[in-house]
């Protein structure tokens, strides 16, 4: 690949990142997927005492169904577990598929178990911080005092593992993008600014007509 694509990827990925400053909140809301370093991440933070509880979102998704025996949250709750966070502090939506779902149907769960937090750390795959936040903002029911959003510190080209391949990071890194530009018009997300060299890397990914 040519070294100008690399650095229009990684444009697009820095975009993605917050860069939301952390502090203590009510609790961590972890967005599941198929990144179990999310999961592992979510517990440094909680045995940090940035939040009392950890909220894990996430049914059986296309990249999970095939490859975890439990739903996402069940399997990341496994690892919150293992990484000593005890499951009184752990709160568990089973049946998200998608980051709208992870939104609404976890506002059903603490409504139904009769909690209420005014302060979220979102806990998500470095190019979903962005989605998430966004997400979060346009489909949670409530007024929140602070909403952030971080995820696992690993730099783009260190990112790729054996679980998830270069090429995946790409295209859901580009994808993502996608749905930043695209969503807000469906109802789905806020709207966000766009820099003008975040929008000439994508066109030039996508005239490179690679992803």
Not at 7 to 24: Q, R, S
Not at 52 to 74: D, I, M, Q
Not at 184 to 193: D, N, R
């Amino acid at each position: 690949m040519p070294a100008r694509l690399y650095k229009h990827i990684e444009t697009i990925w820095n975009f993605h990142l917050m860069g939301h400053e952390v502090t203590p909140a009510d609790c961590l809301f972890v967005l599941c997927s198929n990144d179990v370093r999310v999961a592992e991440y979510a517990a440094d933070l909680y045995r940090r005492g940035l939040a009392p509880y950890v909220l894990v979102s996430g049914g059986k998704g296309r990249f999970t169904e095939e490859v975890f025996e439990k739903s996402e949250a069940e399997t990341f709750a496994e690892i919150l577990l293992d990484e000593g966070v005890p499951g009184r502090a752990i709160l568990l939506e089973k049946e998200a598929t998608n980051t709208g779902e992870n939104v609404t149907l976890s506002h059903a769960l603490l409504e139904q178990k009769g909690l209420r937090f005014n302060r979220f750390i979102l806990v998500q795959k470095p190019f979903m911080e962005r989605r998430a936040y966004a997400t979060f903002l346009q489909q949670w029911p409530d007024e929140v005092q602070s909403v952030v959003c971080t995820s696992p510190p690993i730099p783009f080209l260190e990112y790729p593992n054996t679980d998830l391949t270069f090429d995946h990071v790409v295209n859901a890194t580009v994808s993502d993008f996608e749905r930043i530009k695209d969503y807000p018009a469906q109802g789905f997300q806020i709207e966000q600014p766009i820099p003008d060299e975040v929008m000439s890397a994508y066109n030039e990914i996508k005239k490179a007509g690679l992803w």
